[in-house]
């Protein structure tokens, strides 16, 4: 597709579950980010992969987060055991490379935790 | 740490007023400075950066490295203006955007 694609678009689970949040960066971007937008908090950075590299994890809120990154492509931001203040909506953007200065950014994922 | 603050969570002015969005940051290096916009129902897209020092839909935004700023500003604002709008800063050499908690403006007839 034309940009960065992210499904689902919305997802209600009930504390306590886990939840699998996708990312399709654009073809061919190297660098993918995932972020954390919560209401008056502006965003929150998660997490960072660039090419082969280990991971920038170092915005993960709590080990019930975690994030993979398959073929270079397509990544998987997975909470295990939700709680409520997880609630929010989850960003992901790509870059052509890392630290180029134009991020893309996706729809985002709005999850809510009953 | 880096830090990016907008003091304004709401913003009102009416249509061909200036309208003028605050962002202040401290970071002891020399940062690169964004404004990032999403307007509804559409994703987050970059308006503009410092270093281009270009005028995007109408907006500049200067940054003062004295006072640490980096303030978004419009002379007539229009009504597709309404959105919401975040600053952001990369520090040197990382690759990573810190966000400030956004302003959200509304452009009234």
């Known amino acids: 597709g034309a940009g960065v694609s992210q499904s689902p678009s919305n997802k209600v689970t009930e504390k306590g579950k886990d939840v699998e949040l996708r990312c399709d960066p654009i073809?061919?971007?190297?660098?993918l980010y995932w972020y954390r937008q919560s209401l008056g908090q502006g965003l929150e950075f998660l997490i960072y992969?660039?090419?082969?590299?280990?991971?920038?994890k170092s915005g993960l809120p709590s080990d019930r987060f975690s994030a993979e990154r398959t073929g270079g492509s397509v990544s998987t931001l997975t909470i295990q055991r939700t709680q409520q203040e997880d609630s929010a909506v989850y960003l992901c953007?790509?870059?052509?490379?890392?630290?180029?200065?134009?991020?893309?950014f996706g729809q985002g994922t709005r999850l809510t935790v009953v | 740490a880096q830090r990016v603050t907008q003091p304004e969570k709401l913003l009102s002015v009416f249509k061909g007023a200036p309208v003028e969005l605050k962002c202040n940051y401290s970071y002891s290096g020399s940062p690169e400075l964004f404004w990032y916009v999403q307007y509804s129902r559409q994703r987050l897209q970059l308006l503009l950066r410092?270093?281009s020092r270009e005028s995007i839909k109408g907006f500049t935004a200067d940054l003062n490295k004295g006072e640490t700023s980096f303030h978004l500003k419009k002379p007539f604002a229009q009504e597709e203006d309404s959105a919401m709008y975040y600053c952001a800063l990369k520090r040197t050499n990382d690759y990573k955007l810190s966000f400030g908690a956004g302003t959200t403006v509304t452009v009234r007839a």
């Open positions: 953007a790509s870059s052509l490379v890392a630290g180029d200065t134009e991020a893309f």
């Open positions: 410092h270093i």
């Open positions: 073809s061919g971007h190297t660098a």
């Open positions: 992969f660039q090419g082969n590299s280990a991971p920038d």
